[in-house]
Structure formats: structure tokens, C-alpha cells
């Protein structure tokens, strides 16, 4: 029988496969709240991925970026999905997008894995373990901070606005002598952090059960990154946020940059 983790690396790559194939047809567009938008080929990759899920684990529930939720609202096991995770990159044909794939059992996201489409690698982790599989072969996840490459996310909403401007973080002096911004709007970037690509990534928000993060975020956890809310508590707590650091150094240095919650009353 399959694990959990095996599971979650064969719809990620369904997913993959979809908008591998796609890419560059002529995709319609549907409309989202916030001016956000989905495309043929995000649902087109998320019934890959469900078909998938529902095969080998028929009991569990599903939570899709473009479905919604199926299954027991209460259900023990709840698989995370986010079919295309860049998709205005891909609408405009930058090849900067993931497909996510993550199972939450109880509080604790024990499976999950992060496919680019494009480079036929996957980023998987079992919950200890955080793996790259290339052509049928795994490696280790590897964090390090040597590209001192930070990723922010500038996408809305802002939560902690103004105390918190991801935009403010990359206009401060301070970040500028010590790291180098990158902005590619896509969770691919935090399995990049586990992977050793990027120093860290940096983003506001409420990000508990998040489709787009919880992958990357279970991948940064099982490959020893620092991995905390944007104000260094836990995640998922208070402010929200999320930093995710390929070593403790790291982490710090961004702690400083970011300051204090500061009183927006």
C-alpha cells in the first residue's frame, strides 16, 4: 500500500503533468474575488490531482484553491490543494509556478509535496524526511543561506499593515547589505528555502491551513529550516506571518530588519 507521502508525490505530479501540457495553449479565464483569476488549466490540473486523492484515499477530505472543500467538515485527514500556484506567471508564460499537495492529519501536516512543472522535480517530505526526487531519484533537502537570496512575497492581503509592509522590508538600508530581494509569486520559492536555493522567504498573512503554504512550509520543517510567524512567535500565532530561514542566522538577521509589532491602533 501506498504511504501517505507516496500518495501525495503521484498527485502533485498528475497536477504537473497538466499544466506541463497546457502551458502556452490557449487558456480561458475565470474570474475570482480580489481581481484574482483562475484558468482552464488550474482546474484542469486540480481534477488530476482529485482524481488521484480519491482513488487512493477515498476517505479523506479535500480542500481545493478552486473546489472548495468535499469530505466531513470534521474529518481527522484533509488533503491541501493548490493546483497552480503562480498562475499569472503561467497565464503570461513564465515558467515560475508549483503545484501543492499537502495532508494535514490532526494539527500536523504529515505528507506533502511540491512539483515545478517545468525542471520534472518534486520537493516531497513524510513529516521527517524532506527529499527532491529528479528523474526517479531522491536527494536530500539540503537548507543554506550561502545565496543570501531572500524571497518576499508582495502579494496582498496585508495584515499587519502598517506595522508590517513586506514592501518596506526591501527598501530598508539594513536588507540591502545583507540580502538580495527576489520576487517570483510562487510558493515554489519556500521549497526552494528547504532546498537550499534561497536563504529564506518572508510573507504576511493568516497562512493556517493555507492550500499555497502548507506544502512548502512542511518541506522547510522536515529539512531543519527556522520556521516562525513574521515576528519570530509561533507560527501560525498572534500577528500570523511566516519566515521561513535556511539557518538560524538567518532567521535573526531578519528578525532585526522586521523590528517589533508595533501598536496600529
Not at 502551458?23 to 480580489?34: E, M, N, Q
Not at 493556517?208 to 520556521?227: E, K, M, Q, W, Y
Amino acid at each position: 500500500m501506498e504511504t501517505d507521502a507516496q500518495v501525495a508525490v503521484r498527485a502533485a505530479q498528475a497536477g504537473a503533468s497538466v499544466v506541463r501540457d497546457m502551458y502556452g495553449t490557449s487558456l480561458a479565464r475565470f474570474g475570482k474575488p480580489g481581481g484574482d483569476f483562475a484558468t482552464s488549466s488550474d482546474l484542469a490540473a486540480e481534477k488530476a490531482i482529485l482524481d488521484v486523492l480519491r482513488a487512493a484515499r477515498p476517505d479523506d477530505a479535500v480542500t481545493g484553491e478552486e473546489s472548495g472543500r468535499t469530505g466531513p467538515d470534521a474529518a481527522a485527514r484533509r488533503w491541501l490543494v493548490d493546483p497552480l500556484c503562480g498562475t499569472l506567471n503561467y497565464a503570461v508564460r513564465s515558467m515560475l509556478v508549483a503545484v501543492n499537495v499537502a495532508l494535514r492529519a490532526g494539527s500536523e501536516t504529515v505528507a506533502a509535496a511540491s512539483a515545478d512543472p517545468f525542471t520534472d522535480e518534486v520537493f516531497w517530505t513524510d513529516g521527517v524526511r524532506a527529499r527532491a526526487r529528479t528523474g526517479g531519484a531522491d536527494a536530500p533537502l539540503v537548507p543554506s543561506a550561502a545565496s543570501n537570496l531572500v524571497d518576499v512575497n508582495l502579494d496582498p492581503p496585508f495584515p499587519n499593515a502598517p506595522g508590517f509592509r513586506a514592501a518596506g522590508l526591501l527598501a530598508d538600508p539594513g536588507f540591502a547589505a545583507r540580502f538580495r530581494p527576489r520576487v517570483v509569486s510562487t510558493t515554489l520559492a519556500v521549497a526552494w528555502v528547504a532546498a537550499g536555493r534561497r536563504a529564506a522567504y518572508v510573507t504576511d498573512g493568516r497562512l493556517r491551513d493555507s492550500v499555497h503554504f502548507a506544502a512548502g512550509i512542511a518541506l522547510c520543517r522536515a529539512a531543519g529550516c527556522v520556521v516562525t510567524g513574521i515576528y519570530g512567535q509561533p507560527l501560525h500565532t498572534g500577528p500570523g506571518g511566516l519566515i521561513a530561514a535556511a539557518d538560524p542566522e538567518t532567521h535573526s538577521a531578519l528578525l532585526d530588519l522586521i523590528g517589533t509589532p508595533r501598536n496600529t491602533a
